[in-house]
């Protein structure tokens, strides 16, 4: 399964967040061991970035940041994921980029907690307990 780990999943991680963390790491520890494939949009470099660094600093922020790209995949973000996020109908454009990313990587599914951001039924939306309940029914 190639999942587009949303950027929700990801600070969840970092920051440690209840009560999210437990799920999402468990995402992560999926990617890890091989049995999904996690890819990260290049966007949401910057944005993780961005969020993380004010509680963690730079270094750290870094650091994380290198092992996530070591981790995932990085999904380009070029002019056709850009063109096509511009003529979705979201109410976010971030999200827009993420669910244009994930149609023009041709990926599985969108990992998020926030599933209704993403208006959509290709790619499926889910959320780490569904991965996670996904998982365990093989």
């Not at 790209?69 to 850009?82: F, K, N, R, S």
């Not at 454009?93 to 023009?104: G, N």
Request: with cysteine; hydrophobic share 45%.
């Amino acid at each position: 399964m190639k999942l587009l780990i949303d950027t929700n999943i990801i600070v969840d991680v970092a920051l440690d967040r209840d009560p999210f963390f437990t799920n999402s790491e468990q995402v992560l520890a999926r990617v890890e061991q091989q049995e999904i494939q996690g890819y990260l949009s290049a966007s949401t470099f910057s944005d993780l970035y961005y969020i993380i660094r004010k509680v963690k600093g730079h270094t750290w922020t870094l650091q994380f940041l290198q092992r996530m790209a070591t981790l995932c995949q990085v999904a380009t973000v070029d002019q056709a994921v850009i063109s096509m996020a511009l003529t979705t109908n979201f109410k976010d454009f971030e999200d827009a980029i993420q669910y244009s990313t994930a149609v023009l990587h041709h990926l599985d599914a969108i990992v998020t907690r926030n599933p209704d951001d993403f208006p959509v039924t290709i790619p499926r939306i889910i959320t780490p307990e569904q991965v996670i309940q996904e998982l365990s029914n093989y």
